[in-house]
T-cell receptor
């Protein structure tokens, strides 16, 4: 039982390049989330998927797109990377949309945009 | 809108001393509250959560937190710090009607010294 996995662990991009961050969970959770973590700012929600087939914007969605590929997988795409997107990205999953569902986090992807 | 404020971005305690990490919340509805811990280069993991049952919540690794509605606080405590407690701690709040969508504080880094 791997929990939440993310690939890649680390990536360097040049401004304007695109990339997709992959996330998968094996806990049969309905809800999945993408956050970014920046020093002194905590974690901020980028996009979330309450259930398979649905996605919605979070607090900081500009410059990102997401795809809920199936119940297990939720990817985050940067179409044209900018230095402001240098951050650590975390994927999380939760068993329920409502109720006090615990979110389980992956190990993160460190992204550097030059 | 909901928010949390964590007082003190860095807290240093001696091994064996009391740990007190402060969190105050703002919410228009009775919230759910969470404490997560992040060890270096890892994802976040849940320490404990308040979901409107008992106001004193016990979590893993000897941590506990008390929900005080009159003070809009949810401070995290541990009677005796251990070196292994050195990490970053995040308080988070959610709306019970959309409970799995978390708003995080900016985090408190706990240093434990000999």
């Amino acid at each position: 039982n791997a929990g939440v996995t993310q690939t890649p662990k680390f990536q360097v991009l040049k401004t304007g390049q695109s990339m997709t961050l992959q996330c998968a969970q094996d806990m049969n959770h309905n809800s999945m989330y993408w956050y970014r973590q920046d020093p002194g700012m905590g974690l901020r929600l980028i996009y979330y998927s309450a259930s398979e087939g649905t996605t919605d914007k979070g607090e900081v969605p500009n410059g990102y797109n997401v795809s809920r590929l199936n119940k297990r997988e939720f990817s985050l795409r940067l179409e044209s990377a900018a230095p402001s997107q240098t951050s650590v990205y975390f994927c999380a999953s939760s068993e329920a949309w409502q109720g006090a569902g615990t979110q389980y986090f992956g190990p993160g992807t460190r992204l550097l945009v030059l | 809108a909901q928010s949390v404020t964590q007082l003190g971005s860095h807290v240093s305690v001696s091994e064996g001393a009391l740990v007190l990490l402060r969190c105050n919340y703002s919410s228009s509805v009775p919230p759910y509250l969470f404490w997560y811990v992040q060890y270096p280069n890892q994802g976040l993991q849940l320490l404990l959560k308040y979901t409107s049952a008992a106001t004193l919540v016990k979590g893993i690794n000897g941590f506990e937190a008390e929900f005080k509605k009159s003070e809009t606080s949810f401070h995290l405590t541990k009677p005796s710090a251990h070196m292994s407690d050195a990490a970053e701690y995040f308080c988070a709040v959610s709306d019970p009607m959309a409970a799995s969508k978390l708003t995080f504080g900016t985090g408190t880094r706990l240093q434990v010294t000999l």
